[in-house]
T-cell receptor
Framework: NAGVTQTPKFQVLKTGQSMTLQCAQD?????MYWYRQDPGMGLRLIYY???????DKGEVPNGYNVSRLNKREFSLRLESAAPSQTSVYFC???????????FGSGTRLTVV | SQQGEEDPQALSIQEGENATMNCSYK?????LQWYRQNSGRGLVHLIL?????REKHSGRLRVTLDTSKKSSSLLITASRAADTASYFC???????????FGSGTRLQVQP
């Protein structure tokens, strides 16, 4: 099925551990995004990539790094996880500009 | 404060009734979008309205945009239990190249 695929779906980390969240889309979209959603709240933008080869910081980039590996894939890395990074992480893609986003199903991350 | 704030935060109605949610934003936009999120799932795009449009329809959804008041409303007509979800508005305020989301309206439709 066409769409945005995120892996893993669930992850528990210990404080200080590192991990990479993977995201891939098969819709040939130019733009990709990483958001986090905390309980009862909306989404906050971590990083985005408007096109292959570019990445930009969003509202809450501290503690994260990203890589736009190619047009399909956009990964999010936590170098040293902290309990404050416990959240649900969503990847999305779009054609950019005046187009809607297609979201993945999310990664539920718990940092203990 | 967050951009794209929805009102009310929570809404409970009976099946068959209409549900109206509102969204306000602070600066100029190119477009405003509405999304639905079922519990434990990702967001699903519902409708996009451009800044030069005033009203848009999609099935049982009706969206209005008033740029002079910097506000939008989402109307769901003849609601169904399956419409139970959280609804978010999102904007590209300030020329940002990524959407900013509000905190959402939780809609409960009682069968």
């Amino acid at each position: 099925n066409a769409g945005v695929t995120q892996t893993p779906k669930f992850q528990v980390l210990k404080t200080g551990q590192s991990m990479t969240l993977q995201c891939a889309q098969d819709m040939n979209h130019n733009s990709m995004y990483w958001y986090r959603q905390d309980p009862g709240m909306g989404l906050r933008l971590i990083y985005y990539s408007a096109s292959e080869g570019t990445t930009d910081k969003g509202e809450v980039p501290n503690g994260y790094n990203v890589s736009r590996l190619n047009k399909r894939e956009f990964s999010l890395r936590l170098e040293s996880a902290a309990p404050s990074q416990t959240s649900v992480y969503f990847c999305a893609s779009s054609e950019g500009g005046n187009y809607g986003y297609t979201f993945g199903s999310g990664t539920r991350l718990t940092v203990v | 404060s967050q951009q794209g704030e929805e009102d009310p935060q929570a809404l409970s109605i009976q099946e068959g009734e209409n549900a109206t949610m509102n969204c306000s934003y602070k600066t100029s936009i190119n477009n405003l979008q509405w999304y639905r999120q079922n519990s434990g799932r990702g967001l699903v795009h519902l409708i996009l309205i451009r800044s030069n449009e005033r009203e848009k329809h999609s099935g049982r959804l009706r969206v209005t945009l008033d740029t002079s008041k910097k506000s939008s409303s989402l109307l769901i007509t003849a609601s169904r239990a399956a419409d139970t979800a959280s609804y978010f508005c999102a904007t590209d305020e300030g020329g940002r190249r990524a959407l900013t989301f509000g905190s959402g309206t939780r809609l409960q439709v009682q069968p």
